[in-house]
């Protein structure tokens, strides 16, 4: 079975600092992974993707997480945060025989201070 | 284009009662998957159709089921509802299976009282 685990359930920076959420992942294939973003009183917007092709990942809005096999992680990076960064960050994965079921992780709320 | 559809946006119901949530895919997208959100349980995998016919199921009670129309439309509805079924219903599609990125709808917030 696979599954996701999201270190923090509330992040916290300074607008202009690193962003750093943090995802592992089990899975027993290799997997497909996704980051998606909520704000409040809406759905989820894709922000990447990892489909077994380069290991960098560059999304919307300056994100990019990288896939690290031996490390079994997928972790969100984004340089300078900004206020309307702030939101709900969810990592997800599949795997490649699964279709469209996604297990997620918890979630981590990012908060910008001024 | 327009994007996902979910109607009703907000509904109030009370125990025992049933609820029936619809879901219009982007114009295209024959793939359409239902997820709940709580607090407790987080994101969770209820159902997946494609071509009408359902290829996944996740962890759910019977109470849970849905159905996808030759448009491509999908409803889920719950019956005998419980106070713990109260939750943000997300809906979301894509081209099909093997499309692998799913466009996401805004959700139907139920409340069950």
């Known amino acids: 079975a696979q599954s996701v685990t999201q270190l923090g359930s509330h992040v916290s920076v300074s607008e202009g600092a690193l962003v750093l959420l943090r995802c592992n992942y089990s899975s027993s294939v290799p997997p497909y992974l996704f980051w998606y973003v909520q704000y409040p009183n809406q759905g989820l917007q894709l922000l990447l993707k990892?489909?077994?092709?380069?290991?960098l990942v560059k999304g919307i809005n300056g994100f990019e997480a990288e896939f690290k096999k031996s490390e079994t992680s997928f972790h969100l990076t984004k340089p300078s945060a900004h206020m309307s960064d702030a939101a709900e960050y969810f990592c997800?994965?599949?795997?490649?025989?699964?279709?469209?079921?996604?297990?997620f992780g918890g979630g981590t709320r990012l908060m910008v201070k001024p | 284009k327009a994007g996902v559809t979910q109607t009703p946006r907000y509904l109030i119901k009370t125990r025992g009662q049933q609820v029936t949530l619809s879901c219009s895919p982007i114009s295209g997208h024959r793939s359409v998957s239902w997820y709940q959100q709580t607090p407790g349980q987080g994101l969770q995998f209820l159902f997946e159709?494609?071509?009408?016919?359902?290829?996944n199921k996740g962890n759910f009670p019977g109470r849970f089921s849905g159905r996808q129309f030759s448009n491509s439309r999908s409803e889920m509805n719950v019956s005998t509802l419980e106070l713990g079924d109260s939750a943000l219903y997300l809906c979301a599609s894509n081209q099909g299976p093997g499309a692998n990125v799913l466009t996401f709808g805004a959700g139907s917030r139920l409340t069950v009282l």
């Open positions: 159709y494609f071509s009408e016919t359902q290829r």
């Open positions: 990892y489909t077994s092709a380069a290991t």
């Open positions: 997800a994965v599949s795997d490649q025989n699964a279709g469209n079921m996604l297990t």
